[in-house]
């Protein structure tokens, strides 16, 4: 498939694509006049890299876990040390969010029972 199906497949538009092959972070296969061509192998492994960018990784680490899968099976326990220490990131930010959720649930509580205090009156 060229970049346009490729595009509408994977939800990404053709200059993500392009931008992530241009980091290298995508290996592109081309056909003998050089367009690109896609299967559903690249389908899987771009939206891998989208889940891992939305995750807040570093667009580096995206790259070190992207250069790991294409030097294959052999890298298998670095790729995983970059998703361990990535998802140690992941708790520690989802904490962080829980206590800033928590400061909004307190303020709102305090707006709710100052408001029936008033009409109470």
Known sequence: MQIKEFSEK???TPYTIRF?????LFRVKRDEKNRRIYDETDIEWIKML????DMG???????K???LRYEGNGTIKERMK????HKKYVNIEIEKWQKYLQNLDDKLEIYESFLRSISEK
């Not at 990784?57 to 790259?63: T, V």
């Open 50 to 53: 989208k889940r891992l960018k």
């Open 57 to 63: 990784m570093k667009l580096s680490e995206i790259k």
């Open 10 to 12: 994977t939800g990404l």
């Open 82 to 85: 970059i998703l361990t220490n």
């Open 65 to 67: 876990y992207s250069d």
């Open 20 to 24: 992530y092959e241009k980091k290298d």
